[in-house]
DNA sequence: TTGAAAGCGATACCAC
DNA sequence: GTGGTATCGCTTTCAA
């Protein structure tokens, strides 16, 4: 039935060398002298062998580290997160790392899951659900898995995390409009509790605040869809068609804002979104859009991962990533 | 420095018990007393006890297996596959398995991290890179790790595949337009050498040609992007404009070929997608497609993985599943 | 039903 | 540098 396995012993007697030999010439940092290096890679081949990663991964769970990390995302119908995880996969592909999947959809589905990744001793788990709950934040905290929080941080700082500055992301877009020479401007929210989305209000409110101009006209909503974007847009058309100016909290709510307004209305008041996915690139929106630099947030993660995992001090802290505003 | 991490002896020991009792109670299949199994249950409880899946998979790597399926994709810029990997991942989920992603860009990739996965003694490959070579499948079939191919098949029909009748996808896309009075006809290609591209095409041509209709002008491209199909669109625009309607080999095509239209042209004609992505539904494009019944492709592949793992024989064949036309 | 003991496959520590 | 060997945490025969 099962074929048999090849395992490192039989390597060994094949090249007549002990099992040893063979572990260090797999093992990157031990020394094995040229000679049984070749004897033991030819008799890997020609037994077709590959090293057990799960045995391995046994011995030196604790010290090591077992090679696999936890990704928890939520929320792929948000162009920005499937963006954000094709690149973030890769990324720690490219580390060394297997991303172990956690595909979340309800709050509560998130702790249950780790739990079950870190039967599987994880190193970490990396987490960009945006839309996690501060409640099942601190449960995870409880399961002292290191983690590195995406596009949120915990209240309590406990937990390493990278995110844009998104207040600065809000008073770009509100620098944008307002030199437009535009006043009556309106915001249109992701989730409210969401972090991203509140953080983005408040930079672009404070912005006008700080100008001199009137507070933008408030539109919340549940969630970051694209339906949301078009309703809210409606709502403006309809109750404050006045309005001169319109900052989205990400880009899927900016694509529905622009198409209600192309579709339900003569007026064209200019729609800023936040995220810059590849979508605000083509040409039927050509938004203009505060990019959330997603390559450096990649790479911050993964910097960040390093320390974590490295029992660093300072690991703690949240960096922020300088967003900057693609005109289009 | 690191926690001492709860055994399943330290278990057995509190609980007064052997380490096999442990064990028993938490493998579903072993018959333990009710008695026994309390007190291991909460003496596990009291010492914060979660068994170690990595000792338990290497046990049992050759019998029970592992518990993880590898997935494999790639291209997460079309909106397609997003949609799909999300689905999918959580019916692994619920199934039980978790996934270990391996996001490939180029082709060379695959057959490495396959490896990678193999070390992992993942118990099987999905694989849904739609753009996979035949090379490249053919040197994963080398590997001896049981595969169900999602969206493609191989051409020697030694693995299971799941894919939607894509030809009748075509058929269906020929009618519409058919049955609309419309006879000059394009058809925008994705990748050539893509599978779902290539079987759009002939039951697009096929069904005109059983009308009696004339050839469709065929533009071909590189990809599935939306840009492809803008530029495709340009060209019919500027070489063929008394084309009367036209068929994309996928949703990103159509939103661009849509695009393309409304933004450089004034003539309308009917641009008829393949997938039904959830953007598909936007009013902004509110673009008439061929729906691929993804809940049901990702329960046919769950089906055939078991099929795989249970070594059955009538596993390799190719399950095509009927896509249906959806008109907005 | 239960416990004792033999592995699963690889690594690290210890002598040589 | 190299080879023996205990060990990682769990499951599973085999006797009792």
New binding site residues.
Partial sequence: MSV?????????RYA????????????A?????????QKVLAAADALG????????A???????GSGTVAVVMSEFDNPFQPYLFSLLTQALQQAGYIPMLINVTADCDIHTSLLQAQ?WQVEAAIISAGSLSQAATERCLELQLPMVLMGREDRQKKVTAVLSDNRYAGRLAADYLADAGLTRLAFISGRQDGQASQERQQGFCARLQERALPAPLVILNQDYAYQSGYRAMQRIIRHAPHAEGVFCACDALAFGALDAQRLEDHRRRPVIGCDDTPMANWQGYRLTTVRQPVEQLVKQVLINLKQVLSGCAGAAATVRIQPELVVR
């Fill in positions: 048999k396995r090849i395992t490192s012993i039989d390597v060994a007549g060398v002990s099992p040893s030999a063979v572990s260090r010439t797999y093992t940092q031990h020394k094995v002298s040229a000679a049984t290096r062998y590959h090293p057990n990663a799960l045995a391995r046994l011995v030196n769970s604790g010290r090591q039967a």
